[in-house]
């Protein structure tokens, strides 16, 4: 579950066996194909936590969809990650407030699935990718007034900044799906350093790869329980 619809094609079309377009209302492509032998969906989640809260939850209630993996990019915060590192986001901290309908003063910690997060590091390591497991920002704006804030999260060991792993998170735990988000670092808050907009829609093979095995993985472990 890409952000940008046109990635979810790129998937679909770089990867995918015997891919069909599903979706395009609003623009917001899906396709549904075959990797080895294991049925998947790339289905663009738009940008902000609003966004993919809509699309996740539809997916998660009227699809009975059960794993999403987010495949997205990140902001580096931290000298502990470089542009192109894959980040395995195990939580993500958010200065959102769409969790205060739902728990009131109590600061809910959105995080990943445990069995997923376990195996994409596996996946990483056999493949030898560059990757790092950490904790995400989940921002509610891309271009953020208060720069400090990132500062402060990144003493705390925060490795990247994004905007919609928390929601996703939050969504997968109400209706106890799995869930996952892989961030490449396009840029670095720190180094300077980015990416092309052509190379975060079109060069982040180590991310997708790393989704498509961890799946593979998943379904073959349970069909052999």
């Not at 990019?73 to 769409?98: H, N, Q």
Request: charged residues 20%.
């Amino acid at each position: 579950m890409p952000g940008d619809p046109y990635r979810a094609r790129w998937i679909a079309e770089t990867f995918l066996e015997d891919p069909v377009q599903y979706n395009d209302v609003r623009g917001m492509l899906g396709f549904t194909g075959t990797y080895q032998g294991v049925r998947i969906s790339a289905q663009g989640s738009g940008m902000g936590q609003p966004s993919m809260a809509i699309y996740a939850h539809e997916l998660l209630a009227e699809y009975d969809v059960q794993t999403i993996i987010r495949v997205g990019s990140c902001g580096g915060l931290s000298e502990a990650v470089k542009v192109r590192d894959v980040v395995l986001g195990v939580a993500a901290s958010t200065d959102s407030a769409m969790n205060v309908p739902r728990f009131g003063h109590v600061n809910f910690a959105p995080a990943a699935d445990f069995t997923l997060a376990r195996i994409a590091a596996e996946v990483a390591d056999e493949r030898l990718l560059p990757w790092t497991a950490g904790g995400l920002f989940s921002a509610d704006q891309f271009y953020n007034p208060s720069p400090e804030v990132t500062k402060n999260l990144a003493q705390y060991g925060v490795l990247g900044v994004e905007m919609e792993a928390a929601a996703l998170y939050t969504l997968a735990a109400q209706f106890s799906r799995r869930a996952l988000a892989l961030c490449t670092v396009s840029d670095h808050l720190i180094t300077g350093e980015e990416t092309s907009a052509q190379e975060r829609q079109e060069t982040f093979e180590d991310m997708i790869v790393m989704a498509l095995e961890t799946i593979v993985r998943l379904e073959r472990d349970h069909s052999t329980r």
